[in-house]
């Protein structure tokens, strides 16, 4: 007997696993769910024809939750009336598909955390057609809610106006249990909700200015599956424009600073930031020297910064930050100092034509002895330098007032040792610059201390003459030039230059029976001066030596009368001569002069030692005097500046 019943066990099996083939369903195996949602889940079937069961049988479908083979399956939804569900599943599982159509949909609603687990579906047609679809079991996987709700709210809420906000969920299921709704926060301390409905809720507030920035939360709470979400947002309450500020932020690591008056090296990095306090945020503005140059939008978060990359000369100056909320206009600006060392040093010169030169380093001036000349130096830095005129190594005294940055020298009736180097120096703590600029003073040729004597060769006449630039010196023996060095039997010229000085001897070595004028000049571009000299013949010494020795006595008588004659004659062309003014004559137009000469009428005489330098003495006087015998004074033009003087043999 037990033999025959596992036998029909066997064939009933090899029935059953032969039935099967017909049997198939259409399903997700696995599906996710937050807890307190719903979801849906779409499945279809098929069944083979059955001889034994008519086609308009009635079907009834099952979705069990899977437990383990020691325990029996919970039937958690179906179409039977007469089959009775879990009671933690009573309400929350629906079979929503038609069995009779073929659909095993299932909607799960208010999904709860024990409700994760494996579910399958089992169709039975008829009393003797029933099946399992053991192989496509859903796999339900159940996670914490983490969906929130939405806040609708006015981006900005104007104080003392009244508004509507909404809190909404839109991923909720019309199917499950409603939410109920909550509103917390310090702006509705006092306040309920205005309308609620299973998926909204609004609520109506006059928002106020200390309000800004307070939380306001909506909660959401599910009763079916006994969780809840919120959602927190701070209240945007708009508020005019409080603070407006303006901080540096450096390159060099020195962080923020916030000053109106700010100094930072040349070539260095900065930026500044402008923030201003208002809501909604202000539009901000940077401008330099009255000029826009970075400009934000509204949208903006109240801060604008503007980056100073490498920071020049240029780039200093007052920097202002422009605020504007609405009709309302506020600005605050800071000074930026940039500090660099002394630099574009030049030297400006005011001549007494007025006219200005701009000289650079190592340039040259050139005046005219007499003149006064004005040097202006003038120097870039930040902050101001330290300047001073210095000659050589002698600091110099500045004649004029100055103002930052500029340096003035005066320099009056300039004379020759004036010249020399002079250089203007600046200085700050950031570095020093120097120029420098050569002065030089030209003036035209000077006569000093000319001299006549006796030598063993014959008359020797020196010249010695100053100027600058050196002078050109000419002898003139009548109305014919000696040329320099040159020598022959009657003449020889001599001239030395050293500096701006001009040495120049002639030596005539005979006696001359006719008169004879020797004269030294000296030229160059601003002027010319000469000496003249005049050599005159004695026929009355040759007639004396021709009287007898007997008439001895008439020759003294008649000598001593001539020596009266003379010097008579001698007082009265010195007299003549102070009157008519005729000594140290010059010649305006021409630039020349002309001076009397030293003339020593001693023979044998050595000449004397070279004259001193002129500028270390007082200048000489324009006429000199010697015991010199006057025996006439030749005619001259009246429109020469020349003067005259004779030397007897």
Known sequence: MLLLLLLLLLLLS??????????????????????????????????????????????????????????????????????????????????????????????????????????????????????????????????????????????????????????????????????????????????????????????????????????????????????????????????????????????????????????ILKDESSRLLCQADSNPPAILRWAHGGRVVLSSWSSDAGILVLQLPHLGVKDGGEYSCQAQYRMETQHVSLNLSVLYAPENLKVSALGPNKTVAILGNASSLVVLVGESLQLECVADSSPPAYMNWVKGSQPLNSSLPSSPGILCL?????????????????????????????????????????????????????CSIQAEPTPSLIWWVGERTVEDNGNNDLLQVMSTTSGAWTNSSLILRQKQDLDLSLRCEGRNQHGAHSLLVLIVSDRASVAALEFSKGALLGAGIMALLIVCLILAYKKFLRKKQLETGEVGITDSQSNEEADYVNVDTNQGRKPGPPPPDPVTQDPPEELHYASINFRRLNPKNQGESTEYSEIKF
């Open 410 to 462: 005066e320099l009056s009736h300039i004379q020759p040792e004036d010249g020399g180097e002079y250089t203007c120096q600046a200085q700050n703590p950031w570095g020093t610059q120097h120029i420098s600029l050569n002065l030089s003073v030209q003036y035209p040729p000077r006569l000093f201390d000319p001299f006549c004597s006796w030598a063993d060769e014959g008359l020797l006449c020196t």
């Open 14 to 263: 090899l029935s059953e696993s032969q039935y099967q083939r017909g049997y198939k369903l259409q399903v997700s195996l696995s599906e996710t769910v937050q807890e307190g949602l719903c979801i849906y889940i779409p499945c279809t079937f098929v069944y083979p024809d059955s001889w034994m069961v008519t086609r308009s049988a009635m079907i009834h479908g099952y979705w069990f939750r899977k437990r383990s083979q020691f325990l029996e399956d919970v039937l958690v939804a179906t179409n039977n009336q007469n089959r009775e569900v879990e009671k933690e599943a009573m309400g929350r599982f629906h079979l929503v598909g038609d069995p009779m159509e073929y659909n095993c949909s299932l909607r799960i609603t208010d999904v709860q955390k024990k409700d994760d687990g494996h579910y399958f579906f089992r169709m039975e047609r008829g009393w003797r057609e029933k099946f399992s679809y053991l192989n496509y079991q859903v796999n339900l996987n159940v996670r914490a809610l983490t969906e929130k709700p939405d806040i609708f709210i006015p981006e900005i809420l104007e104080p003392g106006h009244s508004v509507t906000l909404m809190c909404a969920a839109p991923w909720i299921c019309r199917e499950g249990t409603p939410p109920t709704f909550s509103w917390t926060g310090a702006a509705v301390s006092n306040l309920r909700p205005s309308r609620e409905t299973p998926y909204f809720s609004e609520l109506t507030l006059i928002p106020r200015p200390q309000d800004h920035g307070t939380n306001l939360t909506c909660r959401m709470t599910f009763p079916g599956a006994g969780v809840s979400t919120e959602t927190t947002i701070p209240l945007n309450v708009a508020y005019p424009l409080r603070k407006l500020e303006i901080s540096v932020d450096q390159e060099n690591g020195r962080g923020m600073e916030t000053s109106s008056n700010f100094s």
